[in-house]
């Protein structure tokens, strides 16, 4: 069977969310979804006193474990129209990978949340595509045929580079069903294409 790692930070939650959809899209692919997270780096306090979700229920990954999977998904939060730092910090630790060649020649993708509707969803997305070009990987974005990205009735993410959310400033609004069902498209692709590399 093949198997899909989904890796993401959460601060609050709704990375987290979109991972647990993204779940569900490998699974409707016939495919395991195996969802971990990456290690806080903001100290425990800090992290408390800035309402971090620390208690979350996927166990963090080891950077060399990576080679055991077919295919990927990377979600994180938008920094200032980059990865949050923490997936950065993991995806820094991939050298050996990388010097032998793991990851080469399977699918990757990502996807990301933001504050607001223009919070560097898509600077975000395309420089994670840089490390996972780097490594080899088949980069794996959202078609056009996920009909739900081109909707103007709603405030929505998604974009041809990757599933999104916006969150909006205070973090107070969840992942719309408009961009669940996007990440869910997202995933079930890439499982699918993984499961036709790895044939």
């Known amino acids: 069977m093949t198997k899909i790692l989904i890796l993401y930070y959460s601060s609050y939650g709704h990375v987290e969310a979109m991972a647990q959809a993204a779940a569900e899209g490998v699974r409707a692919a016939g495919a395991e979804a195996v969802v971990k997270r990456v290690p806080e780096l903001v100290p425990e ?3 408390r006193k800035a309402g971090i979700k620390l208690d979350q229920a996927a166990p963090v990954a080891d950077p060399q474990e990576l080679a055991e999977y077919d295919g990927f998904l990377f979600g994180t939060p938008t920094r200032f129209g980059n990865m949050a730092a923490e997936m950065k910090n993991f995806l820094d630790q991939t050298g050996g990978l990388w010097f032998a060649g793991k990851l080469i020649g399977k699918p990757a993708g990502a996807f990301v949340s933001t504050a607001t509707q223009h919070g560097g969803q898509e600077s975000t997305l395309l420089t994670f595509h840089t490390v996972l070009l780097h490594h080899g990987m088949v980069v794996v974005g959202l078609p056009y045929s996920a009909q739900g990205q081109m909707t103007m009735s709603e ?8 599933a999104s959310t916006l969150a909006a400033g205070d973090g107070s609004r969840q992942p719309s069903e408009n961009e669940l069902a996007l990440m869910r498209f997202q995933a079930e692709h890439l499982a699918k294409i993984a499961a036709k590399l790895k044939a």
């Open 45 to 47: 306090d800090a992290a």
């Open 155 to 162: 405030i929505s993410g998604g974009t041809p580079y990757g």
